[in-house]
């Protein structure tokens, strides 16, 4: 069964300090690992898919990267704007996605 | 490019009662996918459609719930009887072709 295991819970930073959000995973056979943004009261936001270890993409301020056994995304800089649940998940053999509990990130200006 | 469009946004009932939940995927997504996330839990994946075929109902935890997507385009999903345990946030995602997944809004059902 896969799972994933994301840390630290909740993260509080101030603007312009740099950090980073951990995601750890144990799959079968690694399709694939998304990030995903979430508002209060609205649906996961698509961020980026890791396809193999070594791999890396930015947008903007966030940058993810993937190892065998583990995510990070980077967080540099941020802004109040960057404050959001971040979210990471593995897609089973059946496409369906197993998601990690979350980092409730808050930027303080 | 409209996205992933659910309805509604919030529903409040009683235990017993049914509840009729909508998903319309993004235009051309032949896939959809249904997940929850009850209270302090992580969101849970339900069912995967392929057109109008069910590829993966493995999540769906009992016959109460019933989902249906006729002609391979929007979706529904029915719980009858509610029961106060369904209480949550029910998520429709989409995708065309690759793994990405595309999430709705949610529908917040509130059984009382």
């Known amino acids: 069964e896969d799972q994933v295991t994301q840390s630290p819970e909740a993260l509080r930073l101030q603007e312009g300090e740099s950090s980073s959000l951990n995601c750890s995973y144990t799959?079968?056979?690694?399709?694939?690992l998304f990030w995903y943004r979430q508002d209060p009261g609205k649906g996961p936001e698509f961020l980026f898919t890791?396809?193999?270890a070594g791999e890396e993409k930015e947008k903007e301020r966030l940058k993810a990267t993937l190892t065998k056994k583990e995510s990070f995304l980077h967080i540099t800089a941020p802004k109040p704007e960057d404050s959001a649940t971040y979210l990471c998940?593995?897609?089973?053999?059946?496409?369906?996605?197993?998601f990690g509990s979350g980092t409730q990130l808050t930027v303080l200006p | 490019e409209a996205g992933v469009t659910q309805f509604p946004s919030h529903s409040v009932i009683e235990k017993g009662q049914t509840v009729t939940l909508r998903c319309d995927p993004i235009?051309?997504?032949?896939?959809l996918y249904w997940y929850r996330r009850v209270m302090g839990k992580e969101i849970k994946f339900l069912l995967h459609?392929?057109?109008?075929?069910?590829?993966?109902e493995s999540g769906m935890p009992n016959n109460r719930f019933l989902a249906e997507r006729t002609g391979g385009t929007y979706s529904t999903l029915k719980v009858q009887p509610a029961e106060l345990e369904d209480s949550g946030v029910y998520f429709c995602?989409?995708?065309?072709?690759?793994?990405?997944?595309?999430f709705g809004p949610g529908t917040r059902l509130t059984v009382l």
């Open positions: 995602a989409s995708s065309h072709g690759t793994l990405t997944q595309y």
């Open positions: 799959v079968s056979g690694l399709r694939g």
């Open positions: 890791l396809y193999s």
């Open positions: 998940a593995v897609p089973g053999s059946a496409r369906q996605l197993t």
């Open positions: 235009s051309g997504h032949d896939n």
């Open positions: 459609f392929v057109k109008e075929s069910k590829q993966d």
